[in-house]
């Protein structure tokens, strides 16, 4: 038997002696590595468990079902026993290949298999996209990013702007890892996150990017709908204040300010 360790993309180490890497590949390659009906096993980044899958369809993303009853169980155990449309860093493993991606945790659509699970959900790879949009989903690509192991270089080299909305997705998607590595102040982030249900940014100007090369700090407006637990919807206009400590440094953000602001902590 195999057992394996994971560490944000770092290479994994089998008791066979056998060293693998984790690829983050496009999703023209990954179209054709995992065909339709093709079978491969999900390993869930967070919680080492793992489970088998059938791919039945979609051509912008991959459309899955769990394999049986007991991967069914599985995935739902992942996702804390309740179903769910939150994002998740996950390895596809297909024979000696292993692959970033991310996946939500919600049955919709139709489903062909007996396995307990009504419909099927979807497998993000990188450049895959949503049905209704041309464009990755940022909580997708982040959580590739993180399977990986290349969010931490993603986000040296992006712009205040994506910095402040990895962030906010971060809280949308109740990921611990990614919240700690924008702020700048130490936090204990799973009570904080477990707070949040849903967010949106509805409204954040945009510099041009030529305009802020030389910035060490610098506060983005911002306009926010939350929707707290035990609370319901709140807003937020205010700005969100970010430093770095020379130009060649990743952005962070003041979060002890922002969660007092919004009161979060």
């Not at 910035?215 to 306009?223: A, N, Q, R």
């Not at 020379?246 to 902590?265: G, P, Q, R």
């Amino acid at each position: 038997m195999i057992i394996l360790f994971l560490l944000f993309g770092h290479e994994i180490q089998a008791a066979t002696n056998i060293s693998y890497k984790i690829e983050m590949l496009p999703w023209e390659e990954v179209n054709n590595v995992l065909p339709k009906y093709s079978k491969f096993t999900v390993l869930d980044i967070e919680t080492g468990k793992r489970f088998k899958v059938q791919r039945r369809a979609g051509s912008h993303h991959a459309d899955v079902q769990p394999l049986t009853t007991k991967d069914t169980s599985i995935m739902k155990k992942i996702y804390g026993g309740k179903w769910s449309w939150k994002r998740r860093a996950i390895v596809v493993i297909n024979k000696d290949q292993w692959i970033a991606g991310s996946m939500h945790g919600m049955p919709h659509g139709g489903g062909a298999l007996k396995n307990n699970f009504p419909g099927h959900f979807c497998i993000h790879f990188y450049g895959s996209t949503t049905h209704r949009t041309n464009a990755m989903d940022l909580s997708h690509k982040l959580m590739i990013f993180k399977a990986s192991g290349k969010l931490e270089e993603y986000l040296s080299m992006a712009s205040p702007y994506e910095t402040v909305e990895a962030y906010i997705a971060a809280f949308k998607q109740q990921d611990a890892y990614i919240s700690s590595l924008i702020s700048v102040q130490k936090q204990n982030w799973k009570p904080i996150l477990k707070k949040v249900e849903n967010v949106r940014i509805t409204r954040m100007p945009i510099l041009p990017a030529e305009d802020l090369t030389q910035e060490i700090s610098i506060e983005v407006p911002i306009e926010i709908d939350w929707f707290i637990k035990d609370r319901g919807r709140q807003s937020y206009s205010g700005k969100i204040h970010l430093i770095r400590y020379s130009t060649m440094d990743a952005w962070k953000i003041d979060s002890d300010l922002f969660l007092k602001e919004n009161d979060l902590k």
